[in-house]
C-alpha cells in the first residue's frame, strides 16, 4: 500500500522510519512497516535538521513536518502567488518570490516580506536560498537586453530586504546564485550562461572552480553548497563532482563508472551526496534517485535505503533527490508520479558520520 500523506491544514504524523541500523557493514534486524513517506506536491527544500521540508503545491506554497504533516500557507492567509524556493536552515523562514515579479521571504511571526525590487529586471526575480535565520537570502533577477537576449544576474538580499549584486555581467557574464550557506558568507551558482560554477565569499572574492579534466570543452555547473559552505557538488565535464578547498573530485559508480551520475545535494561534511544516477537494472537510459558516499560510491536510493530495511511503497519509482539534511541522513526529491514527491529519514547510529567522515578524507589523500 502506498503511503500517501493527503493535502490538507494540518495532518496526522506519518508512520515513523527510525530504524535502528548501521550502514557500516553489520544491520540491525529492520523494523516491520518502515517506508518512504510520498506527499503532494514539489518539494523545493528542507531544513537542516531535516524537520521541515518546503515546496508547492496546486497554487500555494506548503510546508511539511513529520509531526504537523502539510500546512498550506494559503490558508494562513498568504497570497497564493507566493511561491517557495527554499527553507532556512532553522526551518523557519519560506524563501521564494511573490509573482515571479519579485523575491521575498514569509515566516509565521514576521508574515510576507517582499525584498527590495531590482530596478530594470522585469522578466523575473527570485530568491532561491536563505541563511540560518532567513535574514539573508540569495537568488537572480532577470532582463531582457535585445531582443529575445536576456540576462540574468546573482543577488544577494540582506536582513533589510535591500539588494546588492554578486559580481556583474562584465564579470561572470548571464549568472545565477544557486545556494547560500547557513551564515550567509558564501554562495555559489552558475556563471557564462550555466557553463561555469562560480563561488563567492562575504570579502568580495568570486572564485570560477577548477573543471575536471576529461573533454575538450570544459563546462561546470554548481548545483548544492553544504550548509556550512565548505562543500561544493555539481557537474564538471558531465561528470559528478564535489569541490572542496578548491580541489575538485569525481564522484563516481560502485563499478567505477562515470558520466552516469548527477549531483545535487551534500551533506555538511561531504560524506553524503545525492542526486540521480544511471538506471542500470532498467537499462532504459533513464535515471533513478542515486547517493554517494565515501563506502558505497554512486549507488540507487532505494539500495541504499533497503541496506536499513526501508521500503519504497509499491508503484513508486524515486527518480531524483534534490535535498538533504545537514547530516545526510533526510533525503527529498522527485517521484515518477506527477505533482507527488517523497521524504525519508534514516537516522544514523553512534559513529557513523566518524566512520564516514575518516573513509572519505583518507580517499581523498590516496586521490592527492
Known sequence: MMHVVGMKAHLPKSASLLLLAAFSGVLAAPATGQTVTVIPGSIRGVSADGQVVVGNYSGSAFTWTPTQGTT???????????????IS???????????????????????????QFVPGYNFGQQAVSGSNDGSIAAGFVTKRVANNFYVSQSVRWGPDGTYSFIGSYNTLGTNRARAISRDGSTIIGTAFDETAAYKWTEAGNI???????????NSSVAAALSGNGQFIVGLSNDRSVIW???????????????????ASAVS??????????????????????????PTTQFIPLTDYLASFGIQVPAGVR??????????????????????????????????????????????RRRRA
Open 207 to 217: 572564485q570560477i572552480l577548477p573543471y575536471l579534466l576529461g573533454n575538450q570543452a
Open 318 to 363: 524515486l527518480t531524483n533527490v534534490t535535498g538533504i539534511s545537514a547530516d545526510g541522513r533526510t533525503f527529498v526529491g522527485d517521484t515518477n508520479i506527477l505533482s507527488m514527491d517523497f521524504v525519508v529519514t534514516i537516522p544514523a547510529p553512534a559513529g557513523l558520520p566518524i566512520l564516514l567522515g575518516s573513509v572519505f578524507l583518507a580517499s
Open 72 to 86: 498550506r500557507l494559503v490558508d494562513l492567509g498568504v497570497s497564493n502567488i507566493f511561491s517557495a524556493y527554499g
Open 268 to 293: 555538511d561534511d561531504g560524506t553524503v551526496v545525492a542526486g540521480a544516477v544511471r538506471d542500470l537494472v532498467r537499462n532504459d537510459g533513464s535515471y533513478v534517485a542515486g547517493v554517494w558516499t
Open 244 to 262: 572542496h578547498d578548491s580541489t575538485v573530485t569525481e564522484l563516481r559508480l560502485a563499478d567505477g563508472q562515470s558520466g552516469l551520475s548527477s
Open 89 to 115: 536552515g532553522n526551518g523557519q523562514v519560506v524563501i521564494g518570490s511573490f509573482g515571479g515579479a519579485n523575491g521575498a521571504r514569509w515566516s509565521q511571526a514576521t508574515g510576507l516580506q517582499d525584498f
